[in-house]
């Protein structure tokens, strides 16, 4: 609701609820959770253009996650364990970078 300016929050009812409006029409009680989820929903799924500094620090997540990667192939035998590892590395890699670009310091 935070990047919707069709939506405005009325009124505060407590810390656990808000009334808000679509401009004028009957206003509804919303959660106060379910707001502060739909302003993660909306960053989340938005596109966060790098801001200086942050592709560097992209760069060392990959090059430590590169190197762990050689690593678990040099060390650990063929298996799904090994591949499960590696993805999950992969994964790791994704919801760092993720977290950087999204709660940019």
Do not use: C
């Not at 060390?75 to 090994?82: A, D, M, N, Q, T």
């Amino acid at each position: 609701m935070g990047s919707n300016p069709a939506v405005r929050i009325i009124q505060i009812f407590s810390t656990s609820a808000l009334a808000v409006s679509d401009r004028g029409g009957p206003f509804i009680i919303i959660p106060r959770g379910m707001i502060d989820m739909n302003e993660q929903i909306e960053n989340n799924f938005k596109y966060h253009a790098p801001t200086p500094g942050q592709p560097e620090i992209y760069q060392q997540i990959r090059e430590k996650a590169k190197e762990l990667a050689y690593l678990i192939d040099e060390l650990v035998p063929g298996s799904r364990e090994k591949s499960l590892a590696l993805t999950n590395l992969e994964q790791s890699v994704f919801w760092a970078n993720a977290a950087v670009a999204r709660h940019d310091k």
